[in-house]
């Protein structure tokens, strides 16, 4: 059974970092692409980040910057860096694991590309 398990939200100030971490099991890690999504209450998921297998990166345009994806094949863990946070950022992160090729950025953060969900967890932002 998949488990994807993330940690490291909390409450911050504008400006201020975190660092998500997202740990897998019940996959083989290596065999998937990574992404990030958030929710914020009232909207729409959104995709923020994915990491293909290789590393290669893809950004919404709002984090774009601010934000870096990486991944730790060897821990089976998944990485988003924030920085220089704003409230907007505020959401519930989730972590998901997709084995379907992108051929665009629209792709890369369509939540329809991905096999496996985690739980989330939350960042606020305060002002």
């Known amino acids: 059974q998949v488990h994807l398990v993330e940690s490291g939200g909390g409450l911050v100030q504008a400006g201020g970092s975190l660092r998500l971490s997202c740990t897998a099991s019940?996959?083989?890690?290596?065999?998937?692409?990574m992404a990030w999504f958030r929710q914020a209450p009232g909207k729409e998921r959104e995709g923020v980040s994915r990491i293909s297998r290789g590393g290669g990166g893809y950004y919404t345009a709002s984090v774009e910057g601010r934000f870096t994806i990486s991944r730790d094949n060897a821990k089976n863990t998944l990485y988003l860096q924030m920085n220089s946070l704003k409230p907007e950022d505020t959401a519930m992160y989730f972590c998901a694991a997709g084995s379907r090729r992108v051929l665009s950025t629209r792709e890369a953060l369509d939540g329809r590309m991905y096999n496996y969900w985690g739980q989330g967890t939350q960042v606020t932002v305060s002002s």
């Open positions: 019940g996959l083989t890690f290596d065999d998937y692409a």
